[in-house]
């Protein structure tokens, strides 16, 4: 190829990875592998914000069954931002507990799979009329998301999972939960695969558009350098984007919404029904590998 012509094809293709058709680069890497199957196909959803209005109930099993009905998932996860919302000054027990009544209800749907849950900013109830009642705080959450902790740590297959709680002073990780991440990433046999949820994103393009992630990214991206044999990918949602960026060979992957709108209409008609900027309702399906590979693709669902 003439030096003219590299350089242009060069271009294009730095081009494309800055104009948002990752999907397609990721298309090629799958068929770069050969006819070779993940070990785990993971749905992703985040920012389901379920409430009772909108008819959102309905459109969510409905979203849900799409899934299971299109993919052959092993199990979800689930970013956070499950119930609209408890954590505003005038919301009061009754609205709290119909939330959760709802997100019960609609997580029959897909009750014969594991759902990995890691805790949103707007799923605390921090109005409650006390700290000892039973429904302030994390704590309930933890209950009604039947997680173990705000978080915790999981393995599948030859695949490590760890889910953050970022809905501390200025969206970071405690000193506490810090010192576990740092412990837990150390104590992993050397190459193991690791997956990193958050609610907020870490690093990416969301937060140059929205504000909203992590204020503690540096320490974190400094973390995840030193155990870059682990580390391959960081989920998050919180800003309702579709976004994809690799930074020292990590995926940060902010996954949209779920609800998109939060069950509305949209803020640009030329964009479609229930956009948010230019990113639709949806939900993540990620492939991975033995070999630490990563594949997550963003999928508009319809109503």
Known sequence: MKRRSLLKAIGLSAGAA?????????????????????????????????????????????????????????????????????????????????????????????????????????DPWWKAPAKTDEMYGKDYVVKRLKIPNRYYSFQKKNWHFIILDGNNSKISLDDEQYQWLEQELKNLPAATPTLIMSHYPILGTTQVLVGGGHSDCKKLKDLFYKHRDKVKICLSGHNHLSDQTVYNGVHYCCNGAMSGFWWGKGDSESAGPGYYLETPPGYALLKLYEDGTVENEYLPHTF
Request: net charge neutral; aromatic share 6%.
């Open 18 to 122: 800055l104009t948002g058709t990752l999907p397609a680069l990721a298309s090629s890497a799958v068929s770069e592998k050969a006819g070779k199957k993940p070990v785990l196909t993971v749905a992703h959803i985040t920012d389901v914000h379920i409430r009772s209005s909108e008819n959102a109930p309905e459109r969510f099993k409905s979203c849900l069954k799409q899934i299971i009905g299109k993919h052959k998932v092993d199990f979800f996860l689930n970013g956070g931002d499950s119930i609209n919302d408890a954590s505003y000054d005038n919301v009061v027990r009754n609205q709290v507990t119909e939330q959760w009544s709802v997100w019960d209800e609609c997580m029959k749907v897909i009750d014969k799979y594991e759902i990995h849950s890691c805790i949103g900013n707007h």
